[in-house]
């Protein structure tokens, strides 16, 4: 995302009609007393808006693939799927909509939204996409029947979408694929009640299914990566496969990673075995220190090795190549995460030896802290009390960091010294609640549940501070174009916390049935 450099860029552009095709607009921030009380002034620095795509408010991730001739994007949202050709990367055609009407299962409320396939995952080699659904998706609500599982949708034409059919699973927050998709490994709260305080002690696992016959697909009776916090039971979240094929799983208690393929050493057992997806072998992570990483809810990670490496931080004698961890926690104790809520760079030296699997709640284990950032105290933050701040998804390159960060936008952190992140753009426009970035073809595609799906450009002064390893400084000049009057700045988004995750997974109220949460 970029914003020409002293200029607060197209900030509302989309949504009321204003940007079709390549090109910026600009917009002048709202000043009045309202736009105050909802604190949501626009800031932009060193992002160029290139375009934004229309009737996608509700988008929630994104993910690519090369099909012949066309560069397709898959979107998920509350709204089901929608693919997109971007061969011209600044001008995206809609090509198909899946939608909930096609997706509701019997006892389904199509009316209510598709939930949540907070990270959609794509098998570009057989053309399938898979679709995790949520117990609380449709509508479903607590008491009652809430299926929950993994959506087999072919995309072997982008343009026409076909659900090859639904695996029920005890779980359906996000589904991964591991070993070149043979098999799922799928996250999330799998039902078991708790009567526990915590809102995340629930009774985690990894679920695995092979897919190696996506017809015919068997979920298996085994799990992974059980009793992750300090060797107690807690919920899993996000699956990240790095480029040397560790499978990293985030979830309360850290970041943990596995082999699974290949003959390694089991540091639990001593032995030498092959490791398989439904019986991994233990390879390092753990949790952040409680300092750095109070609630242990680690909600996604990015581990640069091999071909990504030169996408993270620069190795070095005391960080050489695959040490580090770069990981999120996700948490909401502070409007400007000043205390949590923060993106976390963590040494892996230390952790190979399955102390992370060994660990216990009277003998815990941690992972040394290299880096911390947040946007707390940083140019573009939204202050007082009442902004929604919490670190979410984050893609690399080139070592730099998109980060979504909910109402306090998506921010762009050059991670060349892991020690010292440093913001070097930021993307913040009128009522953001960005969900997840992502890099592709010099372009960051913006998941923004109220906004809809932004695609932005880094201006030159983003790359001339990352060289000269400078924070930003705000320089604004008035802008020619006025989007939304300051009479009537736009209305801060409605959010409810999600009936099983609080607000780990916000929900808008009101989009569906008025004053009912869409879920």
């Known amino acids: 995302m970029r914003v020409v450099a002293g200029v607060l860029t197209a900030l509302l552009v989309g949504l009321v009609g204003g940007v079709t095709g390549q090109g910026t607009a600009s917009a002048r921030v709202p000043e009045t007393a309202e736009a105050e009380r909802t604190g949501l002034q626009a800031a932009a620095k060193n992002v160029e808006l290139r375009n934004a ?11 690519f693939m090369q099909h012949r001739h066309r560069d397709v994007m898959f979107l998920s949202g509350t709204f089901g799927l929608k693919t997109y050709d971007v061969t011209n990367v600044d001008d995206p055609k809609l090509l198909d909509h899946l939608t909930k009407q096609e997706l509701a299962l019997p006892g389904d409320d199509p009316e209510q939204r598709f939930w949540e ?33 993994v959506y087999f949708v072919s995309a072997a034409d982008p343009a026409r979408l076909e659900v090859l059919s639904f695996q029920s699973m005890g779980t359906g927050h996000i589904t991964s694929c591991i070993n070149d998709c043979s098999y799922l490994w799928t996250t999330g709260y799998d039902g078991t009640p708790s009567t526990d305080p915590d809102t995340y002690r629930r009774s985690g696992k990894v679920f695995v299914t092979d897919i190696r016959d996506p017809r015919n697909p068997k979920t298996l009776a085994t799990y992974v990566d059980l009793n992750r916090n300090q060797g107690e039971t807690h919920m899993t979240h996000d699956v990240q496969v790095d480029a040397a094929g560790i499978a990293w799983v985030a979830g309360t208690g850290g970041t943990r990673g596995y ?48 071909r990504t490496l030169k996408d993270g931080p620069r190795p070095s004698r005391e960080h050489p190549a695959g040490s580090l961890l770069l990981h999120t926690e996700e948490a909401f104790g502070s409007a400007t995460c000043e205390d949590q809520g923060r993106f ?175 879920c």
């Open 53 to 63: 795509i229309p009737e996608t408010e509700g988008a929630v991730s994104i993910n």
């Open 117 to 149: 396939n907070e990270d959609v995952t794509v098998d570009p080699n057989r053309e399938l996409v898979f679709l995790a659904r949520e117990r609380s998706a449709f509508g479903r609500q607590p008491g009652n029947e809430r299926p929950t599982g």
């Open 259 to 306: 082999h699974t393929r290949g003959w390694h050493r089991d540091p639990l057992s001593g032995q030498v075995r092959e490791a398989t997806a439904y019986d991994p072998i233990p390879y390092a992570g753990g949790a952040a220190p409680k300092l750095d990483m109070p609630t242990s809810f680690s909600h996604n990670s990015f581990r640069p090795v091999g």
């Open 344 to 518: 976390v760079i963590s040494s892996l030296e230390g952790s190979k030896g399955g102390e992370s699997w060994r660990a216990t709640p009277e003998q815990p284990f941690h992972l040394k802290t290299v880096g911390v950032w947040s946007p707390d105290d940083q140019e573009g933050t939204l202050p007082g009390p009442d902004a929604f701040c919490s670190a979410h998804y984050f893609d690399v390159h080139e070592r730099i960091v998109a980060y979504s960060w909910y109402e306090q936008g998506t921010r762009f952190l050059d991670i060349s010294d892991p020690a010292n992140p440093i913001q070097v753009a930021y993307w913040r426009p009128e009522g953001a609640v960005s969900f997840a970035p992502y890099w592709h073809r010099g372009r960051a595609f913006v998941a923004d549940l109220a906004r809809g799906v932004e695609v932005v450009k880094l201006t030159a002064g983003a790359y001339e501070a990352q060289a000269s390893h400078t924070n930003v400084t705000l320089k604004t000049s008035p802008a020619a174009a006025v989007f939304r009057s300051a009479e009537n700045p736009r209305k801060r988004l409605p959010l409810a916390p999600d009936p099983d995750y609080g607000f780990a997974c916000p929900m808008l109220v009101g989009r569906c049935t008025p004053g009912e949460p869409c």
